[in-house]
């Protein structure tokens, strides 16, 4: 079946915008995770989704950082205001609703800001 | 706080040779799962392997087999008979239970280049 979807698969913005970040999970996957990963930090957790539970934002950096997830299944991570920091690959990724069930990840989205 | 620890920055051997990257965690709970990942080239993470704390057995497929010592707190990836295309950087993964944070805590990653 298909996988963990991201897009767009590069994003190439100027430091101060804002931008949106789209991940469709795979079918029947009740958990999303999102994950940041550059040069410097590493892989590094930002947000968990589950169901309809309130999400986990324990990773996010700051308050510039958010992300929906819409129906159960697609979500969104946003970034406001951008910085040159920002850039990095933001991973997503999935999995069933089993207590550690195996997570499943996406292409990842190439973020650059200028 | 969990943690895990891949020392091996980078290894690089000739094709057919064996290869082992190393993997240590830290954690105060007795119930974890351990994960590897492979990352090629291309940029998307592959899962390989997902083991809980209760079983320590060794696992092998086909040329990958780990090795899982909770004494020692390891868990570490052999590779028999490299071949070019196992040429990725590998990261070795933790997750607690007992927290109910069900986030990956990954190590800084094993590049492994193979020659052919």
């Known amino acids: 079946g298909a996988g963990v979807s991201q897009s767009p698969s590069n994003k190439v913005t100027e430091k101060g915008k804002d931008v949106e970040l789209r991940c469709d999970p795979i079918?029947?996957?009740?958990?999303l995770y999102w994950y940041r990963q550059s040069l410097g930090q590493g892989l590094e957790f930002l947000i968990y989704?589950?169901?309809?539970?309130?999400?986990?934002k324990s990773g996010l950096p700051s308050d510039r950082f958010s992300a929906e997830r819409t129906g159960g299944s697609v979500s969104t991570l946003t970034i406001q205001r951008t910085q040159q920091e920002d850039s990095a690959v933001y991973l997503c990724?999935?999995?069933?609703?089993?207590?550690?069930?195996?997570?499943?990840f996406g292409p990842g989205t190439r973020l650059l800001v200028l | 706080a969990q943690k895990v620890t891949q020392a091996q920055t980078e290894i690089s051997v000739v094709e057919k040779e064996d290869v082992t990257l190393d993997c240590v965690y830290e954690?105060?709970?007795?119930?974890?799962?351990l994960f590897w990942y492979k990352q090629p080239p291309s940029g998307e993470l592959v899962f390989l392997i997902r083991?809980?704390?209760?079983?320590?057995q060794n696992e092998i497929s086909g040329r990958y087999s780990w090795n899982f010592q909770k004494s020692t707190s390891s868990f570490n990836f052999t590779i028999t008979a490299s071949q070019v295309v196992d040429s990725a950087v590998y990261f070795c993964?933790?997750?607690?239970?007992?927290?109910?944070?069900?986030?990956?805590?990954f190590g800084s990653g094993t590049r492994l280049q193979v020659q052919p």
């Open positions: 990724a999935s999995s069933g609703q089993l207590y550690q069930e195996t997570q499943y």
């Open positions: 079918s029947g996957h009740t958990a």
């Open positions: 989704f589950q169901g309809n539970s309130a999400p986990d």
């Open positions: 954690t105060r709970d007795t119930t974890y799962y």
């Open positions: 083991r809980n704390s209760f079983d320590e």
């Open positions: 993964a933790l997750s607690e239970a007992a927290t109910g944070r069900r986030a990956l805590t």
